[in-house]
Structure formats: C-alpha cells, structure tokens
C-alpha cells in the first residue's frame, strides 16, 4: 500500500490530496500528510526508478518560474517541463534576469545532449535574450495559456 501510494505521486502529476482521494475510494484511509511523509522517507528511490524506466524525454521544453521565500528572502525556482509532464531540471536562483535564464538553459542542454524543437515561456523576456545569448536557434513560443504545463506542474522538488 504504501508503495503504491508514493509511486502514484511520484509517476503522475498528482498532488499530495488526490493521492489520499484515491486511496480513500480503493478503501484505505489515510491522510496527505502521511503520503508526504511516505515520500519524503521512500520517494528518492521510486523517483530514480521511474526515471530510469522512463521514456526519452520529449523535444518540446516548458519553461517557468515561480517566486519562493527562503529563510525570509526571496528567490525564484526555476523549472523545465517537456511535453509529456516529466520535470527536466529545477533551478534556485536569487535573480530572475537574462543571466538567471540562461544559466537555466546551459544546465539543461548539458544534461539533455540536444537542444529541444520548441521552447515555450511565458512572457518574460530574459528566455528570448537567453537563448540569443547562447545562440540557441530554436522555434520559441511565449504565450501564457501555451505554458500551462509548466505552470500546473505538481511534480515534487527532490
């Protein structure tokens, strides 16, 4: 049980809640915060399980940031989602300019090898000059609706 409970939240986008509905209609009651702390004891290993057996990561990136408040200051969590939901890399940074998305991008060229067919963003405009700067010459699309998979992304920070 437990298992199958940390592998839904790790393999899916769901959040900690949909996790303990789902359980609760299969007849096991427990709450979210024991799923969270099934995943903070047992969720590393499933994580890196599912990533091995996982399919190669799609060639259309989701680009976003999100503001976060770290002992009191604040910094931007960085994240790439492809297409298919899998989170590509995650970033903190105390910035939110050019040099900050840069460094975002060079982080996940080296780790994908290729560069993806689209890039979508929303529309802050350190991604365009980012990419200019590292000459990557790709198809970007900046559309705020278009970016929803990055937005909604539910997927844990490991």
């Known amino acids: 049980m437990i298992s199958y409970a940390v592998w839904l939240y790790f393999r899916f ?6 996790v303990e509905a789902m359980l609760a209609a299969r007849g096991i009651g427990v709450t979210y915060e024991t799923v969270r702390q099934w995943g903070r004891k047992f969720g590393k290993a499933f994580s ?18 999100v ?18 939901g899998f989170v590509l890399d995650v970033l903190v940074q105390r910035r ?8 975002l991008m060079k982080k ?9 067919r689209v890039m979508i963003t929303d529309k802050l405009r350190s991604y365009g000059a980012a990419r200019a700067k590292i000459g990557l010459y790709v198809e ?7 970016n929803n998979r990055a937005e909604n992304s539910h997927q844990p920070t490991l």
């Open 13 to 18: 986008p769901l959040s900690l809640r949909m």
């Open 108 to 116: 996940l060229l080296k780790s994908a090898g290729t560069p993806p």
């Open 67 to 84: 503001v976060i408040s770290i002992a009191g200051e604040q910094h931007w969590l960085w994240r790439a989602v492809d297409q298919n």
């Open 140 to 146: 970007h699309r900046q559309h705020k609706a278009l």
């Open 96 to 103: 939110r300019d050019s040099r900050a998305a840069q460094r």
């Open 48 to 65: 890196d399980r599912i990533r091995q057996r996982a399919p190669a990561r799609g060639d259309k990136w989701h680009l976003d940031e």
